[in-house]
């Protein structure tokens, strides 16, 4: 599986993209997918998700590592008595 610097091979995906692309335009009533291409595009999708869940994480780490910052804000009335 790729680490979270690699880049994820998403051609099975565009495959089967293209695939259905294929398919709508000539009025086929179904996509067909061989057993191999069917686990490559369940595995590139379950990278996939893994991805962005790890993404998210991520995000939602650094945004809560700033919740406990206190922010003071002083108001006056704008003039200097």
Do not use: Q
């Given at each position: 599986m790729p680490t979270q610097n690699e880049p994820l091979n998403t051609v099975p995906i565009q495959q089967f993209i293209s695939q259905v692309?294929?398919?709508?335009a000539s009025k086929a009533k179904e996509v067909k997918l061989t057993i191999e291409q069917s686990k490559r595009l369940?595995?590139?999708l379950g990278e996939v998700m893994a991805r962005l869940t790890g993404d998210i994480e991520q995000i939602l780490a650094r945004k809560n590592n700033g919740a406990d910052d206190v922010i003071q804000v002083n108001m006056d009335s704008g003039s200097n008595w």
């Open positions: 692309k294929s398919a709508d369940a595995l590139t």
